[in-house]
């Protein structure tokens, strides 16, 4: 299959359900691919670490949405985007990406590890009534999604009576980081984006009021301490994009994880009989089926990126899922094996922007997986599992589970 075919059946439909064939396909034509003056595709592993690591190739924030994009740009849910640490460029997003560290800290997020064992036994009790009579439960509304969402508005301190709210929300405003996006989609996440500052605003104004042990007290602290080094904005833009973040991504996690797990039966008694492998499955599932399967730079003035030249103006298209599978780095990538050494994928970026959340993402997993296969020893799958038609955000829209198929089971 020629490149440029392989990247538009990755596009369609069929590649997003299984985009795996297509990078099978693409890493035949070597780790950097030039499809036009406009695009270029990296799908090699050293070279989407390098690249990620380029100073020269940009990330699409607001320089490049106002060039390509004109008609877009001062949309809410673009602008919240585009003036996030994540599309920011420096010296913006070292200024941000600092100020932000310094309150979302490695000891935070350890601290944090009680709160996500609380969390999930809780949310295992609710799954455990649910499914008691042996009918199926969504794993992804109960529980990939109850967990995160739990996790990263308990260390924002965003109320529990509105987590759920959430959802839409951010599915609507995140839809944007598609590699294929109409404009129809558009109004529904300038709706969510709307909503999401409305509500942030309300809560920055509360804590700035009355603060609390909490992040956004701290970067409301933040923001006054450094003399307006941290904007109003840019406080927002950033408060959003944590939440979003912070789940959006780990619910797919969860739910790849499981369903990997559900297809290979060995596999799950394997992990039930060593919980301590939890953290060596959990690289293997962002490896072999990542929830963030790609992302973009444009290079302003032109680049050579490994070898190949990409011209002013030119996007670069970094498949992080294709260079988890690159048969240059991976021994028989395509099979799902946990006990792979040095497994390093690149599901969290790197360079610069690498994943702020990964520790957090990193524990969320752990725990969950060991404790859930502990507490229902004869969960199954069930019928009516389906994928959400997303390519970037890689995940399921439900999975349904049996978690006590044989009489008292999982009790
Ligand atoms: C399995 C879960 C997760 C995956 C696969 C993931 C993946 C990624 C990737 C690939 C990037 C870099 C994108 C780029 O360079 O263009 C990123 C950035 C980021 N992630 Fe995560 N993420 C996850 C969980 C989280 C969590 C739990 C948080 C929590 C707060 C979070 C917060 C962020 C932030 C703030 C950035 C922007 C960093 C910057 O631009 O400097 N992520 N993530």
Same mark, same amino acid.
């Given at each position: 299959? =020629? ?9 369609? %439909?069929?590649?997003?359900?299984? %985009? ?9 034509? @070597? ?6 003056? $406009? ?23 607001? !320089?490049?949405?106002?060039?390509? &994009? ?12 585009? *003036?996030?640490? #994540? ?29 996500? !064992?609380? #969390?999930?036994?809780?949310?295992? /009790? ?23 969402? $739990?996790?990263? +508005? !308990?260390?924002? @301190? ?39 500052? *409305? ?13 609390? =042990? ?12 450094? /003399?307006?080094?941290?904007?109003? &904005?840019?406080?927002? +833009? ?37 919980? $301590? ?28 990126? /490994? ?18 599978? =690159? ?9 799902? /094996?946990? !006990? ?14 690498? +994943?702020? @959340? ?13 404790? #859930? ?9 069930? =019928? ?13 829209? $439900? ?13």
């Amino acid at each position: 299959m =020629d490149a440029l075919a392989a990247v538009e059946a990755l596009l369609s %439909p069929e590649g997003r359900s299984d %985009p795996f064939p297509y990078y099978a396909a693409l890493h035949e034509h @070597g780790p950097v691919i030039s499809l036009s003056d $406009s695009y270029t595709v990296v799908v090699g592993y050293d070279a989407l670490g390098r690249a990620l690591r380029d100073p020269v190739l940009r990330e699409e924030g607001v !320089e490049w949405v106002q060039l390509r &994009w004109p008609d877009v740009a001062d949309h809410p849910a673009v602008r919240l985007f585009s *003036d996030s640490m #994540l599309f920011s460029g420096d010296p913006g997003h070292a200024r941000v990406r600092r100020l932000v560290s310094k309150v979302f800290t490695a000891r935070r997020v350890a601290e944090l590890a009680p709160a996500v !064992e609380r #969390l999930t036994d809780r949310l295992l /009790d609710r799954l455990a009534e649910l499914g008691s009579d042996g009918s199926p439960v969504d794993f992804m509304a109960k529980f990939a999604y109850a967990l995160p969402v $739990s996790v990263i +508005c !308990e260390l924002l @301190g965003v109320p529990e009576q509105d987590r759920l709210w959430f959802r839409p929300l951010v599915a609507d405003l995140a839809a944007q980081l598609e590699p294929v996006y109409s404009t129809e989609h558009l109004a529904a996440a300038d709706a969510a984006a709307v909503s999401l500052l *409305d509500y942030f605003t309300a809560l920055v104004a509360e804590r700035s009021a009355e603060p609390r =042990d909490d992040l956004v007290s701290a970067l409301v602290q933040v923001r006054d301490e450094d /003399d307006g080094r941290l904007s109003d &904005w840019e406080l927002l +833009c950033n408060l959003v994009l944590l939440l979003a973040a912070g789940f959006e991504t780990t619910t797919n996690l969860l739910g790849n994880g499981l369903a990997l797990l559900l297809d290979q039966p060995g596999r799950c008694e394997a992990l039930r009989a060593d919980p $301590s492998a939890a953290s060596a499955y959990v690289e293997e599932f962002l490896r072999f089926d990542s929830p963030v399967q790609l992302t973009a730079r444009w290079a302003p003035e032109g680049a050579v990126v /490994d070898g190949v030249v990409v011209p002013p103006g030119g996007e670069v298209l970094l498949l992080m899922g294709a260079a988890n599978r =690159d048969p240059a780095r991976f021994e028989r990538p395509d099979v799902f /094996d946990p !006990e792979r050494p040095a497994n390093q994928p690149l599901s969290f970026g790197g360079g610069p922007h690498f +994943c702020l @959340g990964a520790a957090l993402a990193r524990l969320e997993g752990r725990t969950a997986f060991g404790r #859930l296969l502990e507490r229902f020893p004869r969960m199954e799958a069930a =019928d009516g599992r389906t994928r959400r038609d997303r390519l970037t955000l890689r995940g399921y829209a $439900s999975l349904p589970v049996a978690l006590a198929s044989a009489a008292g089971g999982g009790q």
